[in-house]
Structures are given as structure tokens and as C-alpha cells.
């Protein structure tokens, strides 16, 4: 019986265990954590219990080893834990991102829900379309295979539901109506609230706004629950690539990318851009699910063990050749726009679009997405690491803004709508307010008690 993703997993181990076998000497099999080795299971569990956690990535309790040599003996217990102040940063830039992004799309050339657009937003949307959302799968896999090992397959589920599913299904009935009610009003100002809700949650369309990354990664969270009570060790090739990354970060690069264009360009091909899969508030577009699966999966590779040793070291190589990974990603980006100016002037904005197109574009669109991954971490790692950041103050309500912002974006939009004034402006309102607004409402609900074991 074929067991969920196993065919991405067998790739995606498959493919570092070739290239480790290639590049590197056979070391001792490591232990996984908490699986084969019960003396560093309990000197781990002990570390856990001591020193002081953080939320992690959404509902994650994340915790970062620190060690200070890659020579030191891999069976020994970590000597002590910190707080990944990169990693914690990175987070909260995301979710600035997000807000950017959905500030500017109604002045752009694809958005154009508002009679004003700037270019530069054009930009914008392209570049962060192109890599944010699987970031954020990425830095949730860090974190789960520890999770689970630590807490155990059912408990880790039990604390995913809660963080994940309890909140899609709150936003699912309240905060996603009542962001769609205000496009609604713009086109039928005659509804009402109660009747607009009713017909979206009976008859539909229910979309599902950004919420429907949460449903996803509860889904790889149990596909990872259910590979880990299979193999824990499946994921070690990977973990063994990312410690030899530390080093030459570019074979990590290559192989992350061979792997994710493997799975993203023929989806991208074969359903479009636009195909989306819809069931109720349960949305994903289907050319982008196993492009998701990659990256999470990869950073779940990552965090099997010696999280800080690796790849993601703040003294690695990765974070020591940032301009590198700037020309990556500025190349492709390019060239993407290259292929839409074909696509408006030459083809005509056809439907569907031929072949070949789709196929250029997935790969440069693979190409950037890797590339500026890397070069995000890059700057986290190198500059971000420690001392204090005015990301800081966020962090802890990072995810509750995350949740209760698109309302907030979209009736900003509504009520900007009528005013007379260019883009460039309207778009920095909507987006400084809504950063302020949902901030605010995150900290007022994080009040509630118990509250803060969701939000």
C-alpha cells in the first residue's frame, strides 16, 4: 500500500542520500531524537524541561540546539538551548509580507479592484506570489519531526488541532465572511450582512481567503505523524545534506531545487495557474500542493537533529555568500517578467497558454523561489541573529495577525475606494493601518484566557 507523499519523500531522501553518499565520507548513523538512542532521549527531554521554550512557527513550541563544532561527537547531548532569534525574525517578516501583499493588490494590473494601480505594486506581488507562502511551509517543517518525537505522534496532532484547526474553522464562519461582505457591497450595496453570511456558508462560493494555508499544513503535519510511525530515520538523508551544507550550502541549493521543480513544473503544466481545488472553505491551488510538500518536507529534513549545525548555522557558509543568492534570485525574477511582457504583447493573453510557456515560467518561478528563500535566511542569519530588532515587539503576536487581518485589509480598501487619490497613497494607508489595527485586536484577544495556547 502506498502510504501519503511517499512517493515526494523517497525523492526527496533519495536525492540527499545520493548526494551525501557522493560529496561526503560514511559517518555513523546519528540518532533520532527520542527513537534509538533512550540515554540522549532522556538527557534531550531533560534539556526540553530546563530551558526555556518559545512559540515557534504558529503553534509550534520551538527550540533550537546550540552547539559550537560540527567535529563534536554526534551521540553527545546538546549542552544547551536558545532562543533562534533568525528564525523567530524571519517569521515575523513573512507575515509582514503577507500584509503587504494583500494591501497592494487592488492597485495592480491583475488586481484592479480599484480604479488606481502602480506598477511598482506589480512588482511586488510578483516577487512575494512567488516565494512566501512556501517559506511559511518551510519554517513550519523545522520544527515537526522534534515535535513529534518529544511529544509523540497523538499529542503532537492534539496540539496541531488546536493551534491549526481550532482557528480555520473560527475564520472559516466569522473573520472570512466578513472580509468577502465588503467586496459583496461594492457590487450588491442592497445585502445585508446576515443574508450575505448565510448564502456563503448554504450556497456558496466559501472562499477561503489565507486560512487555507492552515488546513494544508495540518495535512502535512498528519502526513508527517504518519511517516514518522513508519520510519523515524526516513528523513535522516536530508538532515545529513543540510550538515554538509554548512559548508557548500550550493549542493543543498541544487538539490532542493532539482527536487522542487520536479514536482512543481509538470503540476504547473498539466493544471495552470488558476486551477484551484475547492470544497466549501477548503482551498489550494492544485499546481502549487506539491511545491508546498517540498519545501516543508526539506525543512523537516533540516530539523530531524542539530538544527544549528547544519544548514541553518549562524556561522555557515550560507549566511556568508548573501549576494550570491541576491543574483539567483534577481536573475529569474527578471526573466519573468521577460515572459509575461510575451505573454501580453506577443501571445495575447491566451487561455490556457501553450506549453512551452508554462514550463519557462515554472522554472524560472522555481529558480526565484529557492533563491530568495536562501537569501532571506541569508540576511536573518548573518545580520538577525542577535541583539535587538524592531521585529522583536511582534513576534509573540505574529500568527493573530495573520488570522484576524483580511477583514481589516479589505473594508480599509472599500472605504478608500471612492476617494480621489493614486495608488502610491492609498496603498501605504491600507497597509500601515492594517498592520496597526490587527496588531492591536491580536493583543486585545490574546487577553482572553486561554487564548494564548491558540493565538
Not at 488586481?111 to 505594486?121: A, I, L, R, V
Not at 468577502?180 to 456558496?204: D, M, N, V
Request: proline letters at 7%; charged letters at 15%.
Amino acid at each position: 500500500m502506498v502510504r501519503p507523499c511517499e512517493p515526494i519523500l523517497t525523492l526527496l531522501s533519495g536525492a540527499a542520500a545520493a548526494v551525501h553518499c557522493y560529496l561526503l565520507p560514511q559517518r555513523p548513523t546519528r540518532p533520532t531524537w527520542g527513537v534509538t538512542n533512550n540515554v540522549l532521549a532522556s538527557r534531550l527531554d531533560r534539556s526540553i524541561i530546563a530551558a526555556p521554550c518559545y512559540q515557534g512557527l504558529w503553534g509550534m513550541r520551538m527550540t533550537s540546539i546550540s552547539q559550537t563544532a560540527l567535529a563534536a561527537d554526534v551521540h553527545a547531548a546538546p549542552k544547551a538551548k536558545v532562543r533562534n532569534f533568525s528564525l523567530d525574525r524571519a517569521r515575523t517578516f513573512l507575515t509582514l509580507v503577507v500584509l503587504l501583499h494583500h494591501a497592494v493588490i487592488p492597485y495592480t494590473y491583475y488586481g484592479h479592484t480599484d480604479p488606481k494601480e502602480f506598477f511598482g505594486f506589480d512588482m511586488i506581488v510578483l516577487a512575494t506570489d512567488s516565494f512566501f507562502m512556501a517559506m511559511f511551509f518551510f519554517l513550519s517543517g523545522l520544527f515537526v519531526w522534534p515535535g513529534i518525537a518529544r511529544k509523540g505522534p497523538l499529542n503532537y496532532l492534539s496540539d496541531r488541532l488546536l493551534r491549526l484547526g481550532l482557528p480555520f474553522v473560527i475564520c472559516a464562519f466569522t473573520v472570512i465572511p466578513l472580509a468577502y461582505y465588503a467586496i459583496s457591497l461594492r457590487h450588491h450595496p442592497e445585502i445585508s450582512f446576515s443574508e450575505f453570511w448565510w448564502t456563503t456558508i448554504t450556497k456558496g462560493p466559501w472562499p477561503s481567503g489565507p486560512i487555507w494555508f492552515l488546513w494544508v499544513l495540518l495535512t502535512f503535519d498528519v502526513v508527517a505523524c504518519l511517516l514518522y510511525r513508519w520510519s523515524p530515520n526516513m528523513l535522516d538523508p536530508i538532515n545529513r545534506l543540510s550538515l554538509h551544507g554548512r559548508r557548500r550550502p550550493a549542493v543543498f541549493f541544487a538539490v532542493m531545487l532539482a527536487v522542487t521543480a520536479a514536482f512543481y513544473v509538470p503540476g504547473l503544466m498539466y493544471y495552470g495557474p488558476s486551477s484551484w481545488l475547492e470544497f466549501g472553505p477548503f482551498s489550494v491551488q492544485h499546481g502549487r500542493v506539491m511545491l508546498y510538500a517540498t519545501y516543508f518536507f526539506f525543512g523537516a529534513g533540516i530539523g530531524v537533529q542539530y538544527l544549528d549545525r547544519g544548514l541553518l548555522a549562524a556561522d555557515g557558509r550560507m549566511a556568508k555568500v548573501s549576494w550570491d543568492w541576491m543574483i539567483l534570485a534577481i536573475v529569474p525574477y527578471y526573466l519573468m517578467w521577460v515572459l509575461i511582457s510575451i505573454k501580453r504583447e506577443n501571445l495575447g493573453n491566451p487561455s490556457p497558454l501553450p506549453n512551452w510557456y508554462e514550463g519557462a515560467y515554472a522554472v524560472c518561478f522555481t529558480v526565484f523561489s529557492v533563491a530568495i528563500l536562501f537569501l532571506i535566511l541569508a540576511y536573518f542569519l548573518r545580520f538577525a541573529s542577535s541583539g535587538r530588532s524592531v521585529l522583536d515587539p511582534m513576534q509573540a503576536d505574529a500568527y493573530g495577525m495573520f488570522l484576524v487581518h483580511y477583514p481589516i485589509t479589505l473594508w480599509l480598501q472599500y472605504w478608500l475606494f471612492d476617494f480621489n487619490m493614486p495608488a502610491t497613497v492609498k496603498a501605504p494607508i491600507v497597509f500601515v493601518l492594517t498592520v496597526a489595527f490587527s496588531w492591536a485586536l491580536t493583543r486585545a484577544l490574546r487577553q482572553i484566557p486561554g487564548a494564548r495556547r491558540v493565538l
